[in-house]
């Protein structure tokens, strides 16, 4: 089939799937009733899973309740946030580095023995090849990994092994390596290459560092999953673009009947690099599997894939192609079976990596509709597709399957909810771990289709909120978001205890201030350093004096030991804004540049007094500052 008839094909079958996902109707006054019970959480109590958004090109992660559906707080992570001064004092700036946005894709939960173990959540950074850490103890950014040497595209990732080991990775662009180098893009087959990237993660502090990574012929990786159980120490990621091609994609990339997935054994690459196989690269070391194998192999899937998910039994590996009406079930035991007897396609490896028979390892294809994309599970033997162009999340039977569903697939197919519309992920409590909650699948659509109240052209996104619990799905609510989630986790409110204060002796910043004594402002050199301690209602000291070109480094505490009990610090004309949790310390450094009196105020409001908590920065031309103001060595502040 030549390409314009597949475009043209394609677009008439998005169209259809368009037109015909309207709105729920002949819902009776009964069912609405029932539905709004199902999703109500009364004023005062609270909702029973936290659910997290990625945030995409936001840069950041959205946690809201379920089953209300209700936005609770953004954690900032790869972008500036105001509302919680991120990115504005010294810590978070350092941590963003030189990138002040990212493209947060995929969420993963740390976890323990393939079970949540509400530690830490890990996102990437499609743009900018990061990852971060979440710590769920404060909700709030901890460390920013890269960008990852090697690699360019951090989509493929981020997917957590069973214990935590490993965060792994895959990029979804391919160039020339090692970066820097300069290939013409005519030559992407031959002179370009992909990377799978081990990041070890420490199993007491979370702390990551670059493990190993993976060469890959130049694929675009798209999404991946772990093992667990029977294919524990594996990992599987599908692609597109198996072509190599390197312009309009769109057609170059769609010309293969199937695209592969890589089936990567992450435990024998860690091996690999402790025997010394792997070759340096950057300072990382570098597994070519051409040249050590048993590392990397590929399989046959559905063409133009997105979603690949580990069921919870660990045996089961579901591949969702966009551009067919199927989803492809692997089956890892005649995956283990192919590998061992070398059961390979005769001469179709790919530089150098074998590639298994497509009938030998794949167990069956669900005909579940119109653009499959992910598949998730609720643990009691049954799997959810989201689909793209029918617009619906479908329930299907997970294998072993009896005879007559082998010879009638459609058998497997259990049950199908509409959406609203053009759902592109999708998640299911629990769904990568070994023991999913199985009670609600939250529905992601990427257009929403004007069910809320007009808001011009810039439009939110609907999530949709499905009680799976029964044999039949139910939607029972939705909701907006910001743009744009791709993928989320479910956690359960009551397995994590998060600190609503700092006690005063974790803080060990050595800049702390406790007392109105440790307080003040002191000069050495053109060097002024000023310790507030802040409390409801004031700042102590509140006036720092200093000289234009002086370096002004700043360090307020938040000295409340209440919860709620918020202070904000915001600098007038320069562009400062910092929030102190309570227990906390921040720091901000500055070089004055321009004479002046600069009022700085609390941002938060904190108590009846919030208005009158505020201060003045001093700049005076050198040599004009009067005796009291900081122009000598010692203390100086009106407010001592």
Same mark, same amino acid.
């Given at each position: ?10 677009a008439l ?9 309207g709105?729920?109707t002949g819902?009776s006054?009964?069912e ?9 959480v ?10 997290f958004?990625?945030?995409g090109?936001s ?20 972008a ?5 001064g991120y990115g ?8 963003l ?6 493209d947060?894709?995929h969420?993963?939960?740390?976890q323990t023995?393939s ?17 971060a ?7 709030k ?10 690699s360019?595209?951090?989509h ?16 979804r662009?391919?160039v020339p390596?090692?970066?820097g180098r ?5 030559d992407?087959?031959?002179?370009f290459?992909?990377?799978v ?10 702390e990551?560092?670059v493990?190993w ?7 675009d ?6 093992g667990?159980g ?7 990621w ?25 089936v990567?054994?992450?435990r024998?690459a ?15 070391p570098?597994?070519?599997p051409?040249?050590?194998p ?14 690949m998910?580990?069921?919870? /039994?660990?045996?089961w590996? $579901?591949?969702g #192609?966009?551009? *067919? =009406?199927?989803?492809?079930? +692997?089956n ?12 390979f396609v005769?001469g ?5 990596v074998?590639?298994l028979?497509?009938?030998d390892?794949?167990?069956?294809e669900?005909?579940?509709g119109?653009?499959?994309l ?7 033997g ?8 029918d ?7 997970l ?9 009638d697939m ?7 909810v ?13 769904s ?15 257009? /929403?289709?004007g069910?809320? $109240?007009?808001? #011009?052209?810039? *439009? =939110?996104?609907?999530?949709? +909120? ?5 044999d039949?799905?139910?939607?029972v609510?939705?909701?907006?978001t910001?743009p ?11 397995e ?20 109105k ?10 060097q ?8 409801r209602s004031?700042?102590?000291p509140?006036?720092?004096?200093a000289q ?10 938040n ?23 309570p227990?906390?310390?921040?720091t ?6 321009k =004479? ?8 938060n ?13 001093v700049?005076?031309?050198?040599g ?10 010692g ?6």
């Amino acid at each position: 089939m030549k390409p314009t008839i597949i475009l043209n094909a394609v677009a008439l079958v998005i169209t259809l799937g368009f037109t015909s996902c309207g709105k729920q109707t002949g819902t009776s006054q009964a069912e609405r009733s029932a539905n709004a019970v199902a999703s109500y959480v009364a004023p005062g109590e609270k909702d029973e899973y936290y659910l997290f958004y990625s945030g995409g090109h936001s840069g950041q992660v959205f946690v809201a309740g379920i089953p209300s559906l209700r936005h609770i707080v953004t954690i900032p992570v790869f972008a500036p946030y105001p509302g919680t001064g991120y990115g504005f004092d010294d810590e978070s700036k350092k941590m963003l580095g030189d990138f002040t946005w990212g493209d947060v894709h995929h969420p993963a939960l740390s976890q323990t023995n393939s079970k949540y173990d509400g530690r830490w959540l890990f996102v990437n950074d499609n743009a900018n090849n990061r990852i971060a850490r979440i710590d769920l103890r404060d909700f709030k950014t901890h460390q920013i990994l890269g960008p990852i040497p090697n690699s360019i595209g951090n989509h493929g990732s981020s997917f957590i092994t069973e214990n935590s080991e490993y965060i792994l990775c895959a990029t979804r662009f391919s160039v020339p390596l090692p970066k820097g180098r300069v290939a013409d893009p005519k030559d992407y087959e031959k002179e370009f290459s992909g990377m799978v990237s081990g990041i070890k993660v420490d199993p007491q502090t979370g702390e990551m560092k670059v493990g190993w990574q993976i060469l890959t012929p130049p694929f675009d990786w798209d999404l991946g999953s772990t093992g667990k159980g029977p294919s524990s120490g594996w990992a599987f990621w599908t692609s597109y673009n198996t072509e190599m091609a390197h312009d309009t994609l769109e057609v170059n990339a769609s010309q293969k009947d199937r695209d592969l997935c890589a089936v990567v054994n992450w435990r024998a690459a860690e091996k690999a690099v402790a025997e010394g196989k792997a070759e340096m690269m950057d300072g990382v070391p570098i597994i070519d599997p051409a040249k050590v194998p048993g590392i990397l192999y590929f399989v046959a899937i559905g063409k133009s894939p997105h979603g690949m998910d580990v069921d919870p /039994s660990g045996k089961w590996i $579901v591949a969702g #192609g966009k551009l *067919q =009406p199927t989803t492809t079930v +692997l089956n890892f035991e005649k995956i283990q079976q192919a590998i061992a007897k070398k059961d390979f396609v005769h001469g179709g490896d790919v530089r150098g990596v074998p590639v298994l028979e497509y009938n030998d390892v794949v167990e069956g294809e669900v005909p579940v509709g119109l653009g499959p994309l992910h598949t998730q599970y609720d643990g009691k033997g049954n799997a959810y597709t989201s689909m793209f162009i029918d617009s619906a999340i479908v329930k299907w039977k997970l294998p072993p399957w009896t005879d007559e569903e082998k010879k009638d697939m459609t058998k497997t197919v259990l049950d199908k909810v509409q959406a609203h519309f053009s759902t592109g992920h999708l998640v299911v409590a629990g769904s990568d771990t070994a023991q999913p909650y199985g009670k609600w699948c939250v529905a992601m659509n990427k257009l /929403s289709a004007g069910r809320h $109240v007009n808001v #011009g052209p810039s *439009q =939110p996104e609907s999530s949709q +909120l499905i009680d799976i619990s029964g044999d039949k799905m139910k939607m029972v609510a939705e909701a907006y978001t910001e743009p744009e989630p791709h993928f989320a986790q479910i956690l359960k409110v009551s397995e994590i205890q998060p600190a609503e204060v700092y006690p005063k002796d974790e803080n060990k910043d050595p800049n702390a201030v406790w007392e109105k004594a440790q307080s003040g402002v002191t000069r050495n050199g053109n060097q002024v350093t000023a310790k507030l301690m802040a409390i409801r209602s004031r700042y102590n000291p509140d006036r720092i004096d200093a000289q234009v070109g002086d370096e002004l480094t700043v360090h307020v505490t938040n000295v409340e030991q209440t919860r709620d009990m918020i202070h904000g610090f915001g600098l007038i004309e320069h562009n400062v804004n910092m929030v102190m949790d309570p227990g906390e310390t921040k720091t901000f450094h500055i070089k004055l540049t321009k =004479p002046g009196v600069f009022p700085f105020y609390c941002t938060n409001f904190c108590s009846a007094l919030h208005q009158e908590m505020q201060g003045y920065l001093v700049v005076w031309e050198p040599g004009k500052a009067p005796a009291t103001g900081a122009t000598g060595t010692g203390s100086s502040g009106g407010s001592q």
